[in-house]
């Protein structure tokens, strides 16, 4: 599409009910990967990469149900097994967002292969301050034919500058930090709402997460979540929980 056309002039009438932020509800499906429990999400929006997340969360042996209209937009998601920790090239190459499973995988299975959308070579893309934050936390990390080869016992903590604001290396790292052994302490991190909503669902699961939606977010290790969650995507930003945001720098990264 080149344009929108927007002819005004008359008033607007009627009543529509606002879906989830996918921006949330994204991550948040990449959580449950850390639990062998059910993940409940209410108001999860009907868009193609919620779909694309359902395919690739099936792909490697997990439960899902998307359900809409009556079901209020309830998904259901329980990866009791895992048996294929693979992000497949097919069913990633057009979501930007698959970058998001490599830290749940890796913390919970202790290994992830996971495709780059389009292939491409890592380069200076953001995609380098997962890799490097995963690297301080004990994993080894390879690159071959357009996948990430990821491995480690187990994560450790870490104490993490983030070069740049990134919120999905902010997102991915916070899942890996959940269930890495000892602290981990992440300094500039992102501050949009998606990230403090990722946050709320993981304590929620039974991780132990501060600051979310402050520059600096702690997160103290657990061996295991330990609760079934239900959580629900908002329609609009939500301040942070424990303490205001400060100005962004200028530089940001997806």
Do not use: W
Request: aromatic fraction near 2%.
């Amino acid at each position: 599409m080149d344009k929108f056309v927007v002819r005004g002039g008359n008033p607007l009438l009627g009543t529509i009910k606002v879906s989830g932020a996918k921006n949330s509800a994204l991550p948040c499906m990449a959580a449950a990967i850390l639990t062998e429990d059910e993940v409940i999400l209410e108001n999860i929006p009907q868009v193609r990469d919620i779909e694309t997340e359902r395919k690739l969360l099936t792909s490697m042996g997990a439960e899902v149900e998307l359900g809409y209209g009556r079901a209020q937009h309830r998904t259901h998601i329980k990866c009791a097994v895992l048996s294929d920790p693979v992000a497949k090239y097919e069913i990633v190459k057009t979501m930007r967002a698959s970058s998001l499973v490599l830290g749940p995988l890796i913390a919970r299975t202790g290994m992830a292969r996971v495709a780059m959308p389009g292939g491409c070579a890592i380069g200076g893309r953001p995609i380098d301050l997962h890799i490097k934050g995963l690297e301080a936390m004990g994993a080894t990390i390879t690159q071959e034919h357009g996948y990430l080869e990821a491995r480690a016992t187990r994560l450790k903590g870490a104490r993490i500058l983030f070069d740049k604001i990134t919120v999905t290396g902010t997102e991915d790292l916070l899942m890996a930090a959940t269930l890495a052994e000892g602290e981990s302490i992440f300094e500039n991190c992102a501050r949009e709402p998606e990230v403090t909503d990722l946050a709320a669902l993981l304590n929620a699961m039974g991780a132990k997460i501060e600051g979310a939606g402050a520059s600096t977010i702690r997160v103290q290790g657990v061996s295991k979540p330990t609760a079934r969650a239900t959580a629900s995507t908002p329609t609009a930003s939500r301040p942070a929980p424990s303490s205001s945001p400060e100005p962004s720098p200028a530089a940001t990264s997806t």
